[in-house]
């Protein structure tokens, strides 16, 4: 089965600190990796995906099949970051399996 | 813009009450998707559809039923409300497996 373990339900980081949102998965196959995030009074919306090893707003994450994990970094955290975000999954043709959420807060 | 829209934005309802939550997109979407939103425990997927004639259970379908009027709309029923019910609901869309997904407003629904 799929399954996506996001253990912090909160982070508080300050402003100009490093960020790192953890996400680990249990998938036996090839799967696809994403970061999804909600910003208050917005609606919920992709982040990053690993198939386009891109960076988005200072983010980055790398996927580690060894340590099946997916983390979500940035090196200077700012107060718009502060959102909730999901680590989510898809193998194949199924829908997105997400985790639970970590909300970040960062402080001034 | 609202290319997925969901209605109604909020809802109060009673126990035992029936329900329904709509969505309707602009975008051309075949593949549709309804989950629901608690806090700690994040986004649960109810059911999917990938196209008009398809409707798939997802991981908490139990009390939930879903219809597919045509490829821009995807209803969810709760035929008899019961508290534990209540949460955000989300609708999404999606054009192809590995494309990203549409997220709606979300829908607020309360049941007493």
């Known amino acids: 089965a799929q399954r996506v373990t996001q253990p912090e339900k909160l982070l508080s980081v300050f402003k100009g600190a490093p960020v790192e949102l953890k996400c680990n998965y249990s998938y036996s196959g090839s799967p696809e990796l994403f970061w999804y995030v909600q910003y208050s009074r917005q609606r919920l919306q992709l982040l990053l995906r690993?198939?386009s090893r891109e960076s988005i707003k200072g983010f980055t994450a790398d996927l580690n099949k060894g340590e099946t994990s997916f983390h979500l970094k940035k090196p200077f955290a700012q107060e718009e970051d502060s959102a909730m975000y999901y680590c989510?999954?898809?193998?194949?043709?199924?829908?997105?399996?997400f985790g639970k959420g970590t909300r970040l807060s960062v402080i001034a | 813009d609202a290319d997925v829209t969901q209605t109604p934005r909020n809802r109060i309802t009673k126990t035992g009450k029936r329900i329904m939550l709509e969505c309707s997109q602009t975008?051309?979407?075949?593949?549709m998707y309804w989950y629901r939103q608690d806090p700690g425990l994040g986004l649960r997927l109810i059911y999917y559809?990938?196209?008009?004639?398809?409707?798939n259970k997802g991981e908490i379908s139990d009390g939930y039923s879903v219809s597919r009027q045509a490829q821009a709309k995807f209803s969810l029923s709760l035929e008899s409300a019961i508290p534990n019910q209540t949460a955000l609901y989300f609708c999404?869309?999606?054009?192809?497996?590995?494309?990203?997904?549409?997220f709606g407003s979300g829908t607020q629904l309360s049941v007493l």
């Open positions: 989510a999954l898809r193998s194949g043709n199924t829908p997105l399996v």
């Open positions: 975008k051309g979407h075949d593949r």
């Open positions: 690993h198939i």
């Open positions: 559809s990938f196209d008009v004639k398809d409707i």
């Open positions: 999404a869309t999606s054009d192809h497996p590995g494309s990203k997904l549409f």
